[in-house]
Every structure is written in C-alpha cells, then in structure tokens.
C-alpha cells in the first residue's frame, strides 16, 4: 500500500506539472462561447439558462477528459522511456494503480472545479434545482474514469499516440454505433446484437444525457445511477485485465 | 562464497541480431567485478537482464537465487542501480527524489544520505533539472546506496563524466562500498575506472565471455609478445602454443597475448617458435583490452 501511496503521490505531482492541461485550457476558454452566446455579454438571466449552463459543464468536462485521456496516455509510456522506474522494487500493478489513483484524483479535481464553476454560474441566473447535476457530475467521474483505466495499462505496449487512439476507439465506436442502431440508420440484425451485447461489456456504454443536460430541472431516482456505477465496474475489470496481461511482459524500454 | 549473481548459458538477440551468445559466470558475494567491452558487446544487455529490464532468451539467470522476472520486487529491494543515461525520477527536487525513494525500500540509511550530499556538495533543494551530468550521477548514486543494497549494479557509471568529476564519482563509490562489503557489477569501457574499482574483470567480446580472471592476475600473468612475421609466417603456429589467448596482425608482426608465469611463457614462447630473443612484455590494462578485443589494424588500413 505504501508504495501504491508513493506512486499515486508522484503521479499527482507529475499531472500537474505537464502540458497535458493544454486542451483543458483551450476547451474552457470556448465554454465561454456558449455564455456569451447565450446571456450576452451583459450576461443576462433568460429561460435558456439551464441548457447554457449545461452546455458550459459539459465544454468543462470535455476538456478535463481529453487532458486525463493525454495524462493516462503518456505516464507509463514516460515511465518506459526513462526506465528507471522498472528498476525500483515496485511491481507494475503498483505502478499502474498508483498512477490511476494520482491520474483520477487529479481529474476528479479538475471536473468537481469545473461543476463548482457551473453551480456558482446556476445560482447566479436563479435556476433553484440541482439534483439531475448531479447526475451529470458521476456521469463525467465514471467517463473520465474509464478512459484513465484503458490509457494508464495500454502505456505499457503503446505509444502515447496509438494508446490515445485505441482507447478513444474502443469507448467511442460502441458509443457511435449505439447511436446509429437508436436511430435506425443500422437495422442489420447481426450489427444490432452485436451492439446490444457491446452496450453491456464495452466499458464506457453509459447514458451520457445527464452530463449533456446537467442543470436541467429533473428529477433522479436511485436506479440512475445503476449505469454509473455499471460503467465504472466493468472498468476496473478492464483495468485488471490489461494490467495481469502487462505484468509478465518484457517491456520495450526505448520506444 | 555464495553466489549473487549468476548467468547461465544466457543468450540474448534483438530484431535476430545476437547480442548476448550462452554467457555465464557469477558474482560472489562481496565480489566487484568489472563487466569490459566494446561498445556493443552486450554489457548493458547483461545488467538489464540482471535488474529484469529485459529477459534473457534463453538460459537462467539468478539473482540472490531469485529470478529477476519472477520476483521483481523482492529481488529489486535488494539491488541499487545507476544507469548511464542517468534519469532520476521521483521529484522535481533532490529532496523530493529522497523521499520518493526513501518511500520505496524498507531500509534507508540517514547517515549515509548525509555523507554523500555533503561529499558532493549537493543541496537538497535543488532543481534536478538544473543538475549537471556529473551531479545527476552523483544524486543517482545516493538513490543507489542508501538502502544498503546487496548487490550495486553500475552501468557504465561514470560515462560522460570530465576525468575530475569521473575520479569523485569512482572514488566515492569505492568509499561507501568497500566499508559494506556490497557485491558490485560494473560495466566501462574505461580501464582506468576498472583498475580504480578492482577485483575481478569480465571480459565481453560480441556477446560471449572472452576472459574472466582477477584483475592482479592480468597484470601479473598477461604478456604481449611482438614476433615479426617474417620468423613466424603462418598465425596458426602462435594459436598453439599454450596459454594463447588471441593472435593478431598489426602491419609485419604478430602480437600474441598468452597468460601464464613470467618465466613459463618465456619457455613456452622459445619452444613453439624456435628461437629466443622474441620481445614479450607485461602491457597496461588498456593494451591488453585492445590486443584481446580489438581489430586487426592491417585489415583496418585496407
């Protein structure tokens, strides 16, 4: 556990000092085109202040998720291409945990800001109901929770490009496939089943509009957050898999 | 003497070229031995093997009886490691770095922390960034030693460094080692750090063990002999004779490294080539790394 504290420790040391936050930055820079938008540059209340304000959450939780996505994706590869690491007593999975333990922590950070930021925003323009919010928020912990737990493990073959690629591939695809399946577009029966079973293992498959329309005045049953959890669940497992397969592995040290 | 560290048989290829060919020797414990070679002979191939960095393709390789890959933990609690490229990773400052790796091992000695920043002048906060090469090294010694390893693998450790950097370094590492009595494996192709450490030279050339002997027995039981070639036309004749260990042609002459006693290889010579008066000398560590491993000059010319 101590070295799984030391290495997390790093981890959040090493998050914050990379330029990672680069699209974080961009994308919170273009959230405010939606409120300019929308309130004017007066920054008026009108009736569409909870689909701006969503809109401005999920700009905010876009750019944390590209930044953890590039976070995950290069922290084993810089491992790697330092080698020292794999040269102290810590085994892989120590390593991989700690750094998706410090990656998360970080990222979790980053988007209960971004949240805190759309509240203020919210109870400034007098939108009263925030229950569905925080729908919307587990909804961005367990997403960006499940691009970290593919990232981190694929750095131990990949490159930081190829991991970003494969990782943004293998939640998006099922993802954009679902959409195409809901709306008709793909009524093959062989492609609909594999969707169906796609939506029940592929990690990432989860119901996005709470995120989308995160300070709308919804209400929220317990059964919401099913998906949640679902998600984050067959992440971790995911996890553990990529890790038990990196353990035993030589490793290509200078990539 | 128990053994450390031991290859057997241990090949080695990258991308089907061989690198490491059935190596195998071990380290005793206490033992410092000096891994020699060209660049390419498969020394830093070896000590990669030995941290679990890379896996051997076939043979054995055991560390405190342990397999580096099956065991990597526990066989790397009790190895320190200082690497040629000298990366440092765990802070952005040299206290941040100790902590880090105070945090991984289960020993950490305080005092000879202390010795090491006060021997090399080093503050602890400052900026590893800004550290020059020969401070790196020295910081990654302090990572490597503080925890009293049992085993020092140095991979060409002092490389890169200006000779004064490079003494400080050797020396204080012969310093905090020779009171521990700590097993060390050390590569260089620096015969000068080989003769500064000591103990016990590997020989690598092209991936095979080509000499393995106790550094006073080099210098005491190598010779050279120059015979020209007009006394000895054919290098077969001076590949008989006993105690040869390579022939090679520099311009008109034969240079011949045979070990054995003085007075021994003198009679040997006589006998094989017929006549006495063939100059046979006791080089430097560095002649005898070159007549062993070295080219054919002739050949080079052409």
């Known amino acids: 556990m101590k070295r799984i504290w030391m290495m997390t420790v790093l981890s959040i040391k090493d998050s914050l000092r990379t330029k990672a936050w ?29 689909n701006i304000i969503s809109n401005y959450f999920q700009f905010l939780s876009l750019g944390i998720w590209f930044s953890g996505l590039i976070l995950g994706a290069t922290s084993v590869f810089m491992e790697r291409r330092a080698s020292l690491m794999f040269t102290l007593p810590i085994s892989r999975t120590e390593l991989a945990v700690g750094k998706l333990l410090g990656t998360q922590i970080v990222v979790g950070a980053g988007l209960l800001v971004g949240y805190l930021i759309s509240l203020a925003f919210a109870v400034h323009f007098g939108l009263s109901r925030f229950t569905y919010s925080h729908l919307g928020l587990a909804t961005a912990f367990s997403l ?52 169906a079973l796609l939506q029940k293992v592929a990690p990432g498959q989860l119901d996005r509009v709470p995120m989308a329309k995160a300070f709308y005045n919804k209400y929220v049953f317990v059964g919401d957050y099913t998906g949640v959890a679902r998600n984050a669940m067959i992440a971790i497992i995911v996890f553990m898999l990529l890790v038990s397969l990196a353990r035993n592995k030589e490793l290509s040290l200078k990539s | 003497m128990s053994s450390v560290l031991e290859y057997v048989g241990v090949s080695r290829s990258f991308k089907g070229v061989p690198a490491l060919r059935d190596v195998s020797f071990s380290v005793g414990e206490g033992e410092v031995v000096g891994l020699i070679g060209r660049n390419g002979a498969g020394k830093t191939t070896l000590i990669n093997i030995a941290i679990g960095l890379l896996y051997p393709g076939s043979g054995d390789v055991r560390v405190f009886g342990l397999s580096p890959t099956g065991n990597p933990v526990a066989v790397k609690a009790r190895i320190g490691y200082v690497s040629e490229e000298g990366h440092l990773r765990g802070g952005r400052t040299i206290r941040e770095l100790i902590a880090f790796h105070r945090g991984l091992f289960d020993v950490w ?61 050797l020396e204080a590492a012969i310093l905090l080692l020779n009171r521990e009595g700590t097993t060390i494996l050390f590569s260089s192709h620096q015969m000068t750090d080989v003769e500064r450490l000591g103990g016990r030279i590997v020989l690598l050339d092209d991936g095979k063990v080509k000499l393995d002997r106790e550094l006073d027995r080099v210098r005491e039981e190598m010779f050279v002999a120059i015979v020209p070639r007009s006394s000895v036309p054919d290098a077969g004749t001076l590949e008989k004779i006993p105690g ?54 002739n050949k080079e010319i052409a």
Request: net charge negative; aromatic share 10%.
């Open chain 2, 109 to 169: 000695d305080d005092k000879v922390e202390r010795e090491i920043l006060d021997r090399f002048g080093l503050s602890v906060n400052a900026r590893i960034s800004r550290l020059s090469k020969g401070q790196r090294r020295q910081v990654g010694l302090l990572c490597a030693v503080c925890h009293r390893p049992d085993l020092l693998l140095l991979d060409e450790p002092a490389s890169g460094l200006d000779p004064a950097a490079r003494r400080e370094f």
């Open chain 1, 144 to 195: 960006s929770f499940t691009y970290i737990c593919l990232s981190i493990p694929l750095g131990f073959w990949l490159s930081p490009i190829w991991t970003i690629l494969t990782t943004y591939l293998v939640i998006e695809a099922p993802w954009t496939l679902q959409a195409l399946v809901s709306e008709g577009w793909i009524t093959n029966n062989w492609i609909v089943g594999l969707n």
């Open chain 2, 244 to 297: 040869c260990l390579r022939v090679r042609s520099v311009r008109d002459e034969w240079h011949v490294v045979v070990e054995g006693a003085d007075e021994d290889v003198h009679q040997r010579l006589k006998s094989s080539i017929g006549h006495n008066g063939i100059p046979c000398v006791r080089m430097p560590l560095e002649e005898i790394f070159i007549e062993l491993v070295g080219g054919t000059r």
């Open chain 1, 22 to 50: 680069i699209p974080f930055f961009i994308m919170s820079v273009l959230a405010w085109f939606p409120m300019l938008i929308g309130f004017g540059y007066q920054m008026r209340p009108n009736s569409f202040a909870d």
